[in-house]
């Protein structure tokens, strides 16, 4: 995303319509991509106990209504059935804190976003404390990673 300097702000006036989203040419190859994949990663560290902005702003921009889900009376039917996602992520919280008293630390998107569009979470994979670990654990943190990608395949 950053290198494609995506821009995720939504953009509501007379020509950008919130029912229109779907029809916004910048997220037609993003749609392609969720389209076309079987499993889909999301990777990203938390911030203030949630997903980056961008991040944020790429799910409120590309999985829109129409594309990722409609509904059905009240009831949201995902239209991204099909699919897998893991989330992988790091934080600077210890481990217990986020235990006890966090809310988010990539559920909301697990739960909330990727559920109602159809996208089955099946891990969801976290770094605990990165400012306070040593070089060491974060090295056998990312070849836990790449041992698990490839059985993601």
């Not at 953009?11 to 889909?40: A, G, M, T, V």
């Not at 911030?47 to 991040?55: C, D, T, V």
């Not at 697990?110 to 605990?128: A, D, N, R, V």
């Not at 060491?136 to 993601?152: H, M």
């Amino acid at each position: 995303m950053y290198q494609d300097h995506f821009d995720p702000v939504l953009h509501f006036d007379r020509k950008h319509r919130r029912r229109n989203l779907i029809y916004d040419p910048e997220i037609q190859k993003y749609c392609e991509l969720i389209k076309w994949s079987e499993k889909i990663i999301f990777i990203f560290p938390i911030w203030w106990s949630g997903m980056p902005a961008i991040l944020k702003g790429f799910i409120d921009r590309v999985f829109v209504k129409n594309f990722a889900y409609y509904y059905q009376g009240l009831f949201p039917i995902g239209l991204l059935k099909g699919r897998t996602a893991w989330i992988v992520n790091t934080n600077d919280t210890p481990m217990i804190y986020v235990k006890l008293f966090q809310q988010d630390y990539g559920n909301v998107l697990k739960k909330q976003c990727l559920k109602m569009c159809g996208i089955k979470s099946i891990k969801h994979t976290s770094l605990y404390y990165m400012r306070g670990i040593s070089q060491q654990k974060r090295k056998r943190f990312l070849k836990r990673i790449a041992k698990i990608a490839e059985c993601f395949r």
